[in-house]
């Protein structure tokens, strides 16, 4: 049984609040790729395996918006570009 104690709330919110900050820095990154698939993993088996929650909004959408963002930076990472770097190094005249 994996117990969730505030310490671990605040690491991982922390992570995922400081990963888009620091999107060069690729141990936060990767560290918040493998938050969000435990997270992903976590609420996917409480409504698959374990049956301890209904499948409703409130949720659902912590298994969207982690799947997506999973989806998202494997797939930056694969292709070996970061969409909001290079959005963020324009520089304005």
Not at 44 to 61: D, G, Q
Request: hydrophobic share 40%.
């Amino acid at each position: 049984m994996l117990l969730t104690t505030s310490t671990t709330k605040r690491v991982f919110s922390s992570l995922r609040a400081n990963s888009p900050l620091n999107w060069s820095n690729s141990s936060i990154y990767d560290m918040a790729l493998l938050s969000y698939l435990i997270a992903f993993g976590h609420f996917t088996s409480e409504i698959c395996i374990f049956r301890t929650a209904k499948i409703n909004l409130p949720v659902l959408s912590p298994v969207i918006v982690s799947s997506t963002y999973f989806l998202n930076c494997s797939f930056e990472k694969l292709i070996g570009t970061h969409s909001y770097i290079t959005y963020l190094d324009v520089k304005t005249v």
